[in-house]
């Protein structure tokens, strides 16, 4: 009865844990999510070869060798044994072996710069985090939205990733790898949705108190015919974005509702990320800062002369 009763607690709970990973890395849809599903299950399967047996063994122990149990061969001088030996030390050198080989391969294949090979064409979409809101620009389709990602099914998306400020972390559990976006650097990641549908998309890096606000839908449509319908909506319900209306846009606000702009300035996301580097100078590499030190060592004359020769050259 005890055993049953355990059965029926045991199933409820795994039911329930199970019920929690739907909307998750372990429910992907899209390649990336698929292969990074898969990745997570071998390397624990693998660890809990170690982990199982350590607790098997550990209540085996304490029921063996409990103080009421006063018939076992009393051993003092007991100190090695070569099987239990051979046991602890090859079984986690193999593991971490295999773990190390996987691991080398699924760094190098699920590089989340490398473009999905063989899917065709990429559709691009560059991303801007701001306080706290999400900002798309599609450069081919000359749009924009707040809040709001739209991407054909079976269509791979190059991702061109930036900040306004903060650090974040653009996510979308099901469909793979997030990455970080920084002001004034653009990261990348290349994604796909094998089936249509609507997909959560996170900041999973907290960036202050509008963070839980900072949420967008990542929307699969069935068909390039829907999201084309899609795009013709945004340019008829949307706005002008040009470096005006982006400094207003990027004010601090909490849970920002959709928005839509019909007509977007060219570069904005460069422009963007470059507002941030406009004010370093001269980026010579032999120039020196004024305060620096002056050294007398022949490589630094070499390096002062080649500098003096650039920046002639750059004024000629």
């Not at 071998?42 to 103080?67: G, S």
């Not at 809040?147 to 793979?176: C, H, R, W, Y």
């Not at 963007?272 to 022949?298: L, T």
Request: some cysteine.
């Amino acid at each position: 009865m005890l055993i049953r009763n355990l059965s029926k607690i045991a199933l409820t709970a795994i039911v329930l844990t199970l019920a929690g990973c739907s909307g998750g890395v372990l429910d992907p849809k899209g390649q990336v999510g698929v292969e990074e599903k898969w990745l997570i299950i071998i390397c624990t399967l693998l660890m809990l070869i170690v982990v199982i047996p350590v607790i098997v063994l550990t209540l085996y122990f304490a029921w063996k060798y409990r103080a009421s149990r006063d018939f076992e061969v009393y051993t003092p001088k007991w100190a090695h044994s070569t099987k239990i030996e051979a046991a602890v030390w090859s079984i986690p050198v193999l593991i971490i072996i295999v773990l190390g080989v996987i691991t080398w391969k699924s760094t190098h294949a699920l590089d989340p710069y490398k473009p999905l090979e063989g899917k065709g064409e990429h559709m691009t979409v560059e991303v801007v985090s701001l306080n706290w809101k999400w900002l798309f620009i599609y450069p081919e389709q000359g749009i924009a939205t707040v809040n709001e990602l739209v991407f054909p099914a079976d269509k791979p998306v190059a991702f061109k990733i930036t900040s306004e400020g903060t650090m974040n972390s653009f996510f979308i559990p099901q469909l793979g790898s997030q990455i970080y976006s920084m002001a004034g650097m653009e990261t990348k990641l290349h994604l796909i949705a094998d089936e249509p549908g609507t997909f959560m998309g996170i900041s999973a890096n907290y960036s202050g108190s509008g963070f839980t606000g900072m949420e967008f839908d990542a929307i699969a449509t069935p068909t390039e015919g829907d999201f084309d319908a899609w795009v013709e909506k945004v340019k008829q319900q949307g706005g002008e974005l040009d470096m005006a209306q982006y400094n207003a846009l990027a004010k601090p606000t909490e849970n920002h509702p959709v928005t839509y702009f019909a007509d977007v300035e060219d570069n904005l996301f460069h422009t963007i990320i470059m507002r941030f580097m406009k004010d370093h100078g001269d980026m010579s590499f032999y120039s020196k800062p004024k305060n620096a030190v002056q050294g007398h060592h022949e490589g630094a004359k070499k390096a002062s002369s080649h500098s003096g020769a650039h920046e002639n050259g750059a004024k000629e």
